[in-house]
């Protein structure tokens, strides 16, 4: 009779050997290149998976569309429809009335099918859903339709953003960066820019300090730099900056990994003043010197304030040679939102939980 294994022996069955003493030294990047072909590998059948799924859905809803109107019949047809796939088909999903009136709508909302390959077929099919509920405008679905797809954004993101009007407040912030940055650069830092910032998730009253302010923006900093967007990497906050042996603080600092820059902003609790520049001039202009690489484009300024007088922001830098944008934040969404549209959205409770999403879930 064979002896069982003693343990040491049964140990070395089951835990792979250390890498250097069982394969050659050239394995460990055998297994990167593998593991790397694999994961792209696996995202490109996810998504010429979902690409053909949204261009089979947009086609059936174009020839609901085209029998209807060469026929005239109604929704009983399409009940009709739904009933005989799923006899024809037992194990398919997804051709309940409700989703082929969606496909319909598809096929309404898109009529041109290049639109449908270059941007909407690379959003998951309950994203279109929402695309086709919440907004009426094909020039608003493609809008959002082309960042969601860019960004990454999960469904409940991508809810949030339309909530908050994200169309409205991208690259609005009062800024020079016209006057500051080369040609290449003004455009892309300037649409990093939102006014107002919506940072709803805030629950400090109306009469907040700044401290507290920006106690809760890191506390809260996964919707924080939502908010802010893409691109955007958390460094720290009251960085310190020893200029000649005495000591500043910025309030928080951020790395753009797309501009390949940082970003200082200064949070105010209070109205625009044209006072609030120099010192944010002094503290880009110590970011350039102290921590950025000669790798790294010019420090950028965002002041964001309470409110202010556009007119009165954009005199005030005229006179800055460093790059700074000028925005308001509030703390409630209802403030930049019609009126009609303010008791349809969600609590801030309900926020939480929607941001509690990791963007770039596939949902």
Same mark, same amino acid.
């Given at each position: 009779m064979t002896e069982p294994p003693d343990a040491e022996t049964r140990v070395s069955v089951t835990t792979p050997l250390p890498l250097g003493a069982a394969v050659p030294?050239?394995?460990?990047?055998?297994?990167d290149s593998v593991s790397e072909r694999v994961v792209r590998g696996h995202r490109r059948a996810v998504a010429a998976a979902n690409s053909e799924l949204i261009a089979t859905y947009w086609s059936i809803g174009r020839d609901i569309l085209d029998r209807q109107a060469q026929q005239g019949w109604g929704s009983k047809v399409i009940d009709r429809l739904s009933a005989d796939l799923k006899h024809r088909f037992p194990d398919v999903r997804g051709y309940s009335p409700r989703n082929l009136k969606y496909m319909r709508s598809l096929a309404a909302a898109w009529p041109d099918s290049a639109i449908v390959q270059r941007c909407a077929a690379q959003l998951p099919w309950r994203h279109h859903q929402l695309l086709l509920d919440k907004l009426d405008s094909a020039d608003l679905r493609e809008w959002y339709a082309a960042r969601a797809a860019e960004n990454g954004w999960s469904r409940d993101v991508l809810a949030l953003q339309i909530q908050s009007r994200l169309h409205d407040r991208s690259g609005k912030a009062v800024t020079n960066f016209q006057q500051t940055l080369p040609a290449a650069d003004s455009d892309l830092a300037q649409q990093a820019t939102k006014d107002p910032?919506?940072?709803d998730f805030l629950t400090t009253g109306q009469k907040v300090r700044e401290r507290d302010l920006e106690n809760e923006l890191v506390e809260h900093v996964t919707q924080f730099l939502l908010e802010l967007g893409q691109g955007f990497a958390f460094v720290g906050r009251?960085?310190?900056? /020893?200029?000649?042996?005495e000591e500043f603080f910025c309030d928080l600092l951020f790395y753009h990994l797309t501009l390949r820059r940082y970003v200082v902003i200064e949070l105010k609790a209070v109205a625009f003043e044209p006072g609030f520049l120099g010192q944010l001039g002094m503290y880009i202009a110590a970011v350039d010197d102290l921590l950025?690489?000669?790798? /790294?484009g010019?420090?950028?300024g965002l002041l964001l304030c309470r409110s202010k007088d556009n007119l009165v922001a954009e005199y005030a830098l005229r006179s800055m040679a460093a790059p700074i944008g000028v925005a308001d934040w509030q703390a409630a969404i209802t403030t930049s939102l019609p009126a009609d549209l303010a008791p349809a959205l969600p609590s801030i409770e309900e926020l939480e939980a929607e941001l509690g999403t990791v963007p770039g879930d596939p949902s």
């Open positions: 030294e050239w394995y460990p990047a055998l297994l910032y919506l940072f009251q960085v310190r900056l /020893d200029i000649n042996g950025a690489t000669p790798a /790294d010019p420090t950028i």
